[in-house]
């Protein structure tokens, strides 16, 4: 199935590692270019390599910024000019309850995900309405519809954007431009093990059992899972979804 994207231009925030990396190949597979957003160079350096050895003729360009600061969001918005699709991914909201997370981490975490998607998607919705064109796709959670006392400042992080997801993809069609979501749940990547960990310390007062904790029934998923996921949801074959944000957890949030 043609998907329609050959020749967009997509910016990935969080495009290094992980989810964001994924998506980064799968699109290109599929002919589009690509604009990375990471903290690091290193780490951008290595995505962009891996993406050009996986994928023949891959345009990759690669831009380092902290998305936590509001003047290193609008900045990367100029650099990258004209753009077809916008994918926030960019931030991990650290584990806890609500006594060890205090004030100042739940206020940084939030400066990054929950502020870093609400001011890119005020910026980037803006232009893409101008246009008459545009599909902006936020990478949450399943913390949003499946919240645990153990995850409290992601579960009310990300229920947070699944209704900034909803509220501006609602009306969005009106003007050409899609906003969707998905909610990935547990997935095998670094983030698992850092999850993982906390939930191990405070179950049983040491990281070094967290392995104990990984699922079986369903397993974790694969970031290719959720690539596709994606790839498919900001296609033109996806044009009448907005508003929209799907769970991809094997079923387990709703159990």
Same mark, same amino acid.
């Given at each position: 199935?043609?998907?329609?994207? *050959?020749?967009?231009? &997509? ?11 994924? %998506? ?12 990375? #957003? ?13 993406? =050009? ?11 380092? %910024? ?8 609008? @900045? ?5 000019? =004209? ?6 991914? @960019? ?17 940084? #975490? ?10 890119? %998607?005020? =910026? ?13 796709? *936020?990478?949450?959670? @399943? ?23 909803? #509220? ?7 003007? *050409? ?5 998905? *909610? ?41 899972? %959720?690539?596709?996921? &994606? $790839?498919?949801? &900001? ?9 929209? $944000? ?5 079923? @387990?949030? #709703?159990?």
């Amino acid at each position: 199935m043609d998907l329609g994207l *050959n020749g967009k231009r &997509v910016v990935i925030t969080g495009g290094s590692k992980g989810i964001g990396l994924g %998506c980064a190949v799968s699109l290109a597979i599929e002919g589009c270019s690509l604009h990375l #957003a990471a903290r690091g160079q290193r780490a951008l350096n290595e995505a962009k390599e891996l993406i =050009e050895k996986t994928v023949q003729n891959a345009k990759v360009t690669t831009h380092v %910024c902290d998305l936590a600061k509001s003047q290193e969001q609008s @900045a990367l918005v100029d650099a990258v000019g =004209e753009i077809d699709i916008w994918i926030n991914n @960019a931030g991990a909201i650290p584990a806890g309850d609500i006594w060890t997370v205090d004030e100042a981490t739940w206020r940084n #975490a939030w400066d990054l995900k929950v502020f870093g998607y609400i001011n890119l %998607c005020r =910026e980037v919705y803006a232009g893409m309405v101008d246009r008459g064109d545009g599909v902006i796709l *936020n990478i949450i959670g @399943a913390a949003a519809v499946r919240p645990q006392p153990s995850y409290i400042a992601g579960a009310a992080g990300n229920s947070g954007l699944v209704g900034l997801t909803a #509220a501006l993809g609602s009306r969005s069609l009106d003007h *050409n431009v899609r906003v969707l979501a998905i *909610n990935p749940g547990l997935i095998v990547t670094d983030r698992m093990g850092d999850i993982l960990r906390q939930e191990s310390l405070d179950k049983f007062g040491t990281e070094g059992r967290w392995e104990e904790l990984i699922p079986t029934d369903p397993p974790p998923g694969s970031v290719e899972q %959720c690539a596709n996921v &994606v $790839t498919f949801f &900001v296609s033109p074959r996806a044009s009448h979804i907005s508003g929209t $944000t799907l769970t991809v957890d094997g079923g @387990a949030s #709703a159990r």
